[in-house]
């Protein structure tokens, strides 16, 4: 029996997260990528397994991205010398979600669009599910990293503040009124979490 013809993984990925951006996950099927793609649903199946994986890796891939960048203000924040500009590596930190839609649109949806229920849904090997986990891990990790520097606690209330500033108020400004790409929503985003910043987790 022949083996499938070889594709670039990244190309499949690519087109997932295209269907998902633009249709919703339920788009992402093994059929829909393969007619985007060009490659059999043969070749899929032997390298993704099931409509689960491509799902799985293509919101693996949407959350590094985003983590990358968000870490990279974080660890400013962390490392920076003075008040000013630990503030604004926060700042930018809570801006990641649109600087991701700057460079990687249809990765800042699919972030949006796709839960870890519906991820985690149906068959998925138990390797991918603990990437998945570990990258969510990550991010708590991260939150909890800042906590400490900004107030020196990462008990509740400390851990809460932040997840206000880089969570909650990104979500709520940004992505659930679709507005990733509009200055005055990032301009309020980033007078929001000063003001939540300015209070602190008293």
């Known amino acids: 029996m022949p083996r499938p013809r070889t594709h670039d993984p990244q190309t499949v990925l690519d087109a ?11 788009a992402v099927t093994v059929r829909a990528v393969a007619a985007a793609t060009g490659v059999s649903n043969g070749a899929l199946y032997h390298t993704f397994q099931s409509r689960q994986v491509v799902l799985g890796r293509t919101w693996l891939r949407a959350a590094h991205r985003f983590l990358d960048l968000q870490t990279a203000d974080i660890d400013r924040a962390v490392t920076a010398a003075d008040h000013d500009t630990r503030i604004e590596a926060v700042l930018d930190a809570a801006e990641a979600p649109a600087r991701l839609a700057d460079k990687h649109p249809d990765s800042a949806r699919l972030l949006l669009l796709v839960d870890r229920a519906e991820l985690l849904a149906g068959d998925i090997p138990p390797a991918l599910a603990q990437e998945i986990a570990d990258t969510e891990k990550a991010l708590v990790a991260a939150l909890n990293r800042l906590a400490r520097t900004l107030w020196g606690r990462a008990d509740r209330r400390g851990v809460a503040t932040v ?11 940004l992505l659930r009124r679709d507005r990733l790409t509009d200055p005055l929503a990032r301009a309020q985003l980033r007078a929001a979490v000063r003001a939540v910043l300015d209070l602190g987790p008293h």
Do not use: F, H, K, M
Request: charged content about 15%.
């Open 163 to 173: 997840t206000t500033c880089l969570v909650d108020l990104p979500t709520a400004l």
């Open 16 to 26: 997932a997260e295209n269907l998902a951006a633009r249709s919703g996950p339920a």
